[in-house]
């Protein structure tokens, strides 16, 4: 039987403090493995069932030939279970640089059609970030602004997450965006007098602004005008 999986080495260039991390990972690992996954901490296998259990002890091993020492909790041989992949085995997901990695349905966008993958996407606590990052702007508050100064403040931000973020399942920011969203529709009851008090009419406020100036914000370049009247869904699932 082979299974998939992947062996999260919680050590080298990537990880800690940048210098001891290269050197760690130069003296136990780089020569241990191909040259095409050297640059890497995140090194994917084909691997024979039995095998499975013994790649964390020979880790060890290694690293005890050279005076090294695994993290006892980073370290982790994941299981990348999806829906061909279907056994059982402690360890099904794990988090790396912000991404969350997992079983999710993805949809073919070639064949319209829904399936589950181990795919990437933002993790819990990235996504509970930006939310704190959007609280802490308190643009609702911001009615000496105009809609055209808030883009030019939050532009940078919102792409810089969604160029990261959303390079492999971009719809794991619906959350996050539809957030940002409702924030605008509540900095249009403060601002304008007709609009306080009447929340249907600043979405529709904003919402009509969005289909006239598609460009004004990062995402609703993208269609990402969820929580918006006529607002498109999360898209770019793939």
């Not at 001891?20 to 995140?42: C, D, H, K, Q, W």
């Not at 039995?50 to 002890?57: D, K, M, V």
């Not at 990261?164 to 509540?186: D, E, M, P, T, W």
Request: one cysteine or more; proline letters at 3%; a positive charge.
């Amino acid at each position: 039987i082979t299974v998939t999986v992947v062996v999260y080495i919680a050590i080298g260039p990537s990880m800690g403090i940048p210098r001891v991390a290269n050197v760690a990972y130069e003296m136990g690992v780089s020569s241990f493995l191909p040259e095409t996954i050297r640059s890497s901490s995140l090194v994917l296998f084909d691997i024979n069932h039995i095998l499975y259990f013994r790649i964390l002890a020979e880790l060890k091993q290694r690293f005890e030939q050279c005076k090294l020492e695994l993290h006892a909790t980073k370290t982790k041989i994941i299981y990348c279970k999806d829906g061909r992949r279907k056994g059982k085995y402690e360890t099904t997901e794990f988090t790396f640089l912000g991404y969350s990695f997992r079983r999710r349905l993805v949809k073919n966008s070639k064949r319209q059609s829904v399936f589950v993958n181990f795919t990437p996407a933002a993790s819990p606590q990235s996504l509970k970030s930006m939310r704190a990052e959007i609280r802490k702007w308190r643009l609702r508050n911001r009615t000496n602004l105009k809609l055209n100064q808030i883009a030019l403040f939050v532009n940078p931000i919102l792409r810089g997450w969604i160029t990261y973020y959303g390079s492999y399942h971009r719809s794991g920011l619906s959350s996050v965006l539809r957030q940002f969203n409702k924030i605008l529709i509540a900095w249009a009851m403060r601002k304008y007098k007709r609009l306080k008090g009447h929340k249907t009419k600043a979405a529709l406020f904003i919402g009509q602004i969005a289909q006239r100036q598609p460009q004004l914000f990062e995402h609703w370049k993208r269609g990402m005008t969820g929580a918006l009247p006529n607002g498109s869904r999360m898209t770019g699932d793939c």
